[in-house]
């Protein structure tokens, strides 16, 4: 196995995303017949016989530096992490559809509107694990902020006074609820995407064409 990683030929390397991701990204590689069962199985492995491609599974936040420097030849990975690493040289080349979810502003309840209390207390504090997308967006707004990066449970920096409000993704939103948030605004619908290495689509082309053709099929909706 570890051989099929190392030669430039043989399968393609494609990094999955564990995590949130992992289920929902296996059921599609399962639409178009790749062998996921070591994926589903209780292995410790990280690296797994696909048939037709070798998967290799990882932190979604680590599928861009994989597949820019090769170590995988495509990916699959939030658009969160596309946009906030915006500068890694990769091809997004389908929009899988799966893994919505919303990148939002949240404050606590009852707090005034983000403009309201920039107007009143100045420079707001903004906790987040997407740095770049929120000064981003602040700064395409005209707004001043001063973002935080917090790795941990990011709901708990407007709770305990580190920031007045937090930017993150929400699906259902029920985590922000549970802890007395709520939505000021919506930054960025994000979903899942495949990307390739800029050198495995050139060389391997028809391959890589291939697998982004059947994975844009078993991404739609049936009729």
Do not use: W
């Not at 051989?3 to 430039?8: E, F, H, T, Y």
């Amino acid at each position: 196995m570890f051989d099929a990683l190392r030669r430039p030929g043989g399968p393609l390397k494609l990094a999955v995303p564990r995590g949130a991701l992992l289920e929902e990204t296996l059921m599609l590689l399962d639409r178009i017949g790749i062998d996921t069962s070591g994926v589903r199985g209780d292995s410790r492995s990280l690296v797994f016989d696909g048939g037709e491609l070798t998967l290799v599974t990882m932190r979604p936040y680590d599928v861009p530096t994989y597949v820019e420097a090769g170590a995988a030849d495509v990916g699959i990975t939030g658009k969160d992490v596309l946009i906030e690493q915006g500068d890694r040289p990769v091809y997004e080349l389908v929009d899988l559809g799966i893994g919505r979810c919303r990148m939002v502003l949240a404050t606590q309840k009852g707090d005034p509107g983000p403009s309201e209390h920039q107007r009143r207390l100045g420079m707001m504090r903004i906790a987040t694990k997407y740095p770049r997308i929120a000064e981003r967006h602040f700064e395409q707004r005209g707004r001043q902020v001063e973002v935080v990066e917090v790795k941990g449970s990011i709901e708990l920096a407007p709770l305990v006074g580190l920031a007045d409000g937090i930017v993150d993704l929400v699906a259902t939103g029920r985590t922000l609820a549970e802890n007395n948030l709520e939505v000021r605004e919506e930054i960025v619908t994000c979903t899942a995407r495949l990307v390739a290495n800029r050198v495995s689509y050139k060389i391997r082309a028809e391959e890589v064409d291939d697998l982004a053709a059947r994975l844009r099929a078993a991404a739609e909706p049936a009729p």
